[in-house]
Each structure stands twice: as C-alpha cells, then as structure tokens.
C-alpha cells in the first residue's frame, strides 16, 4: 500500500522509509507540512498517512483538519506521530480527526501493528465504498425504471380505462349488462394498478421529476390540446371558458404539465355523473394565471381535500373508481415545480372547485406577442 510520511528529522524520516518498504509498502516522503499538503492536492495521492504533529510549514492537526473537510473520492487514515506521548496529547490528535497516535520514541513492532490496522481499515472502506456505489448505481437504475412507469406505464393504462368506461356506459344506455370481454379486461387493468401500486408502496418512492425540458407554448392554444385529449377518453364532458390575452405565452415544461391538467380533467370526469357537464375556465388575477375547473357531485368529505394530495391517498367517495392515489399527488408536484399552487375547495353546490394558479412571472420576453 502507498503510504505518505511527513516528518521534518531527515533521519527519522529514512527511518520510518526503510521500515515500511520492508513491511511490503510504497512510500512517499514530505520534509514540512506544506510538501506533505501539495502531494495531497495531487491525483493518484496516498491514503494512509503518517504525519508528524509538530513540523515546519502546515502541520499534521492541520493537514488532517483539511483533509476532513474534502468531499472524499476515498476515505483517509491518519495516523499522528509527536513526542508528546501523554494520554491528552492522544485525546487531542484523535479529536482533530486523526485515527491514531503513536508517540515518540516509537516500538518497531507496535508501529507495524499500527499500520497494519490503517491498512486493513483503508481496505475495508474502499470494499464498502465500492459497495455502496454499486447499491447506488442499481438503485438509480430502479428509479429511472418506476419513474418511467409513472409516466409511460399509467397514461395508456388511463386511455384503456378511458375507453372501457365509456363502453360500459353505452352498453348500459342500451339496457345491456357488461360483456365478459369488458370485464375480463377490467380485471386486468384492476390487477395491474394494483402491482404497480404495491411495487411503489413497498419501494417508498414519491414522485421525483425528470429534468426539465421548458419552452414557450402559447397557454390557450396548448390548454385546448390538452382538453381536446380528455375529451377523447371521457366524450364531450367539458364546458371551456377562456378568458386570457391573445397570444398568451408561459415557459414551462409542456410534457409535464400536460400531464398535471390531465389529470385534473380527469378527476373531474372520473368524479361526476356522466349526464353531468365539467366546466373549465381559466383566465388572469394579479400576477397569476388561473384554472378553475368545476364538477358536480361525488365530493369529498371536507376533512378529504388536502389529505388527497398525499401519494397513494384515494378519497373516502373513491369506491367503485380506478386509481392508485396519486393523479392530485402527481398533479401538485408538477405545478409546484413551476412556482405555481393547486388547491381543492368544497362548492355550496355539492361540487368540487379545484384551482390551478401559475405565476406570470414565467412570461417570456416575448409577452403576449404571437
């Protein structure tokens, strides 16, 4: 093992040369702590260390102090070598973050042991240091996989239950019980929501957002898209009023907050009588954009509506729907991110309010030119 000595009696320092190159090391030398400092500032440096406490330029207490403060690629291990020999003297090189003392005059046999013990140690945390950053990298990996099902995995999931919902419905308009094939496939889709809400359950993992991609969108034009893509899965259940600037432009990432307002819309929808309209109007109060979307029925208990933002909380009126307990969840992250809030309020009309607010203050330069 390599192994740095700094110590400013040449003749000691030979000494303690010698008898580590015998004892199967590499050694480095320093004559002062300044030599001792800018060989550690070098890469490829060693990480056993014999400093002496008392020496010319920075000195070993000091070294060890630095060394401490670094953001480690490899741990060190230190050993502290002074003719102070009392068990202070001990004490104090141990709590500058040293991890022994040996005195002056030193015992061959007692110094080998000594670095024997750094070296074990050294070996032992660079196994464990390896260790981890494996767990790490696998653990990564795991991440980047759920996240992926978060985002991939449930969309087409929603379009599928989208689309049996409304089969079920028209089959019931039609005085028809559902068809083995309907059920069938909602078994599985029952089934599968519930893996991938036990996976993440187990797993601990909230909602971790993917790097950002932000862009100018025209804010009316792209809240259009997005409801024309709910109104594919739930039919034409929404009433829009826009009442926003012409030209009206946000910098914000449009994959992910598409995937917040879809979510909402449809909550909204999942929530509501099918005969029941949902109405969406946005427009400008102060320094914000506002989005208030309105359903009726199926509200929430009061003591409901921050409780369901919580992941993988479903509301006390949830039985009978699909979900894992996390499009409001999913939904606030996202709007967060973007500096923005998202709240529900209980309508005297035995509805549900939920408001989205963005800041303006993401408006790009460009105003509200088109």
């Known amino acids: 093992m390599n192994v740095l000595i700094a110590e400013d009696d040449a003749a000691l320092c030979l000494m303690l040369k010698s008898l580590l190159t015998v004892w199967g090391h590499t050694v480095t030398s320093a004559n002062d702590g300044d030599e001792a400092w800018k060989i550690l500032c070098e890469p490829g440096h060693p990480h056993l260390l014999i400093l002496d406490w008392v020496m010319p330029g920075i000195e070993g207490p000091e070294i060890v102090r630095r060394l401490r403060e670094r953001v480690l690629e490899k741990p060190y291990y230190v050993i502290i070598m002074t003719s102070h020999s009392n068990k202070g003297s001990a004490a104090t090189a141990l709590n500058t973050g040293a991890d022994d003392f040996v005195g002056k005059p030193f015992d061959y046999d007692e110094l080998q042991a000594r670095v024997a013990v750094g070296e074990r140690v050294s070996r032992y945390q660079a196994e464990l240091q390896e260790l981890n950053s494996r767990i790490h990298e696998q653990s990564v990996v795991q991440e ?34 559902p068809s083995v094939s309907l059920l069938k496939i909602q078994h599985a889709i029952d089934r599968l929501m519930d893996m991938y809400e036990a996976t993440l359950r187990r797993k601990g993992f909230g909602y971790k957002p993917p790097n950002q991609a932000f862009e100018t969108i025209n804010v009316e034009q792209s809240l259009r898209q997005t409801i024309a893509a709910a109104t594919d899965y739930w039919g ?125 203050g993401a408006v790009t330069d460009e105003q509200y030119g088109c």
């Not at 980047?144 to 028209?170: C, G, V, W």
């Not at 990432?253 to 819309?265: E, G, H, K, W």
């Not at 939904?331 to 800041?359: F, N, W, Y």
Request: charged share 20%.
């Open 236 to 360: 034409e259940r929404y009433t829009c009023h826009f009442n926003l600037p012409a030209g009206l432009r946000l910098n914000v990432d449009r994959r992910q907050m598409q995937t917040a307002i879809l979510n909402l819309l449809d909550n909204a929808a999942k929530y509501s009588p099918p005969n029941l309209s949902v109405t969406v109007r946005t427009g400008i109060t102060g320094d914000w954009l506002e989005m208030v979307i309105f359903n009726h029925s199926f509200a929430p208990l009061p003591n409901d509506t921050e409780k369901l933002f919580q992941n993988f909380i479903r509301g006390s009126n949830s039985a009978g729907t699909n979900g894992t307990g996390q499009g409001l969840y999913l939904a606030r992250s996202i709007i967060e991110q973007h500096g923005g809030s998202l709240g529900l309020i209980l309508d005297d009309k035995d509805g549900v309010v939920t408001m989205m607010r963005l800041p303006l």
């Open 144 to 177: 980047r996989f759920l996240d992926m099902i978060s985002h991939e995995y449930r969309t087409p999931l929603a379009i599928i239950q989208a689309n049996i919902d409304i089969m079920e419905l028209k089959e019931q308009q039609a005085g028809h019980t």
